[in-house]
């Protein structure tokens, strides 16, 4: 079940779902380059199978060169969005993706928070990411 209780008007909950659909359906190109470029080139993120601080869209490609191996399907079932200004906003929740896993399909059960900006050009990038394993 998907929340949107945390939001300002529905023109952001229309940006962050596009957003989030755009992320989830550039993972599934297998393309960490592309991946990568949804990222600020001096981005932050702490990924959900590392143990490493990445930085930037290198350290986003090198993570995503890994993880995209997995073919991850995502999909988000709980959320909030926090509105910091017109150029910034933070959307947090609860996601699971099916990946592969020893010979057969599992679901990773993880929770996230994304902070998006819009770059120079005015295109929403993600700025900073924290995903980790969703406790049981």
């Known amino acids: 079940m998907r929340d949107t209780k945390q939001h300002k008007s529905n023109g952001l909950v229309k940006i962050v779902n596009a957003n989030m659909a755009l992320w989830l359906k550039t993972l599934e190109t297998k393309d ?11 981005a932050t993120f702490l990924p959900t ?6 930085r930037g869209q290198d350290g986003a490609e090198s993570y995503f060169d890994h993880f995209l191996s997995k073919n991850p399907k995502g999909e988000v079932v ?55 394993l969703k406790p049981e």
């Open 49 to 54: 199978v590392s143990g490493e601080f990445k």
């Open 32 to 42: 960490s380059k592309k991946v990568a470029k949804l990222y600020l080139e001096n």
């Open 78 to 132: 709980e959320e909030a969005i926090i509105s910091i200004d017109e150029n910034s906003y933070l959307h947090v929740g609860m996601y699971n993706f099916e990946l592969d896993g020893d010979g057969e399909r599992v679901i990773v059960k993880a929770r996230f928070d994304y902070l998006w900006k819009k770059d120079d050009d005015g295109e929403w990038r993600i700025a900073h990411h924290h995903s980790s």
